[in-house]
């Protein structure tokens, strides 16, 4: 019966097209850290074939090892000829993992304290305060703890956040059409701010910013581990949630983004998943619809952009974050070697495989601190969070920040704000 789901929402017959060519190995961050094929897409093909057929117990140690090693950031995808489609076989493959082995303690009582009502508005809160304090900042460094301390550091709010804000009615000169705002959990815990952006850039853009009642987590950090049917009751939970009308659904986390332009896939091509996933836009696609966005005013800033993979490879939107930039004057995107490869936060990858997860992020590092941005730019939490304590590591002086901040500064900048 699983065997059969699996091929039928495309999960293992995702995997069907593999040639063995080889084309995706030089894009892959494990495969570049070790050099071991088994951590290539190839070798985790066969891997996860080798599952498939019954010929690789789910058990199997060596199997679980390279496939947890796995980043899940699909940078083999959009260099593979033959459309393998890598990222739904790896959820397949780690759903029938955790049926066998279960989910490692950390990665569950992670989920747990962030994505669980109740509970993880109190987590968020504590963290908040903690943040708040300025000692997460003083303690970032390497080790896990401390590692993890510049995580929580770098998503505070920077250059202060505008909460008060609005945008004037002379800074909505486009007829106003209505959006669906998606919150999420880390994104609504840590990150306001950011929605603070979204909500006034866009508006400044056009949109009609609307709130919905009931939505939850999008399931992507559940997805990844292995717990598709946690994922797929929240998001079960965000369709009804979200109704059956057509305005976009607006995300600003490309992780979240990414997962829920699956959902007719996760939903077992159920009609209503297939008409939400059909809508959801990242935040850069709507501002660069139509021409846009509208021009703000100058800031005076070097910055790095640093695509997320979920937006780049999952998503496929490149040029958006680029429209964003270029609407603001005097900012100066510099170029960085390996800014499209992965940074190795992968969700909770950065907190269960810590050691290949550094092992990713040093040679974005050491490119990053060779052109000495004064700002990183890139669209997702965990990048903020782990490019954030990465850098407050190595003791290179930058803001990690999310574009839509960056463009809300500059519409500030630009008087269009009250
Ligand atoms: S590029 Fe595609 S077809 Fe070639 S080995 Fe990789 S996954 Fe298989
Ligand atoms: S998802 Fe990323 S880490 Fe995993 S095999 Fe593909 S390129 Fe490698």
């Not at 033959?82 to 029938?96: D, H, I, K, M, T």
């Not at 959902?263 to 091509?269: M, T």
């Not at 937006?311 to 974050?321: D, E, G, I, M, N």
């Amino acid at each position: 019966m699983i065997v059969a789901q699996e091929r039928g929402r495309g999960g293992f017959a995702g995997l069907d097209a593999c040639v063995h060519c080889g084309f995706c190995l030089q894009a892959c961050p494990t495969f570049l850290a070790t050099g071991d094929e088994a951590d290539s897409p190839r070798g985790r093909i066969e891997l996860m074939r080798a599952l498939e057929r019954g010929e690789l117990a789910a058990t199997d140690t060596a199997l679980a090892f390279h496939l947890d090693r796995c980043l899940g950031c699909r940078a083999c995808e959009p260099v593979c000829p033959s459309g393998v489609r890598y990222g739904q076989g790896l959820e397949a493959a780690r759903e029938r993992l955790a049926r066998a082995g279960g989910v490692p303690w950390l990665a569950r009582a992670t989920l747990w304290a962030l994505t669980t009502p109740g509970v993880s508005g109190l987590a968020y809160a504590l963290a908040r305060m903690f943040r708040a304090t300025g000692l997460p900042r003083l303690l970032a460094g390497w080790g896990r703890i401390r590692f993890a301390m510049g995580m929580l550091a770098a998503t505070a709010p920077k250059g202060g956040n505008g909460r008060h804000r609005t945008a004037t009615d002379r800074a909505r000169p486009l007829p106003s059409s209505a959006v669906l705002l998606f919150r999420g959990c880390v994104m609504q815990g840590l990150f306001r701010h950011v929605h603070d952006a979204t909500i006034r850039t866009l508006q400044v853009n056009g949109y009609d910013v609307r709130e919905v009642a009931g939505q939850v987590c999008c399931g992507a950090l559940h997805a990844h581990a292995g717990l598709l049917d946690d994922a797929r009751a929240l998001g079960r939970v965000n369709v009804a949630a979200f109704g059956d009308g057509d305005e976009p659904i607006v995300v600003n986390s490309a992780g979240c983004g990414a997962f829920m332009k699956d959902y007719g896939h996760v939903l077992d091509d159920d009609d209503q998943g297939v008409r939400f996933a059909a809508r959801v836009r990242d935040v850069t696609e709507l501002l660069a619809a139509n021409g846009g966005p509208v021009p703000g005013g100058p800031l005076d800033l070097q910055v790095a952009y640093d695509p997320p993979c979920h937006l780049l490879h999952a998503q496929r939107v490149s040029q958006p974050p680029q429209r964003l930039f270029a609407a603001i004057p005097l900012l100066r995107l510099i170029t960085v070697a390996g800014a499209a490869d992965c940074c190795g936060s992968a969700g909770l990858f950065t907190l269960v495989e810590p050691g290949m997860s550094r092992a990713v992020l040093q040679p974005k590092l050491e490119s990053l601190g060779a052109v000495a941005p004064q700002v990183v730019a890139t669209g997702n939490p965990g990048c903020v969070m782990q490019l954030g304590a990465g850098l407050a590591a190595r003791g290179t002086r930058a803001q990690v920040r999310h574009p839509v901040e960056l463009l809300d500064a500059s519409y500030q900048a630009a008087g269009r704000y009250e």
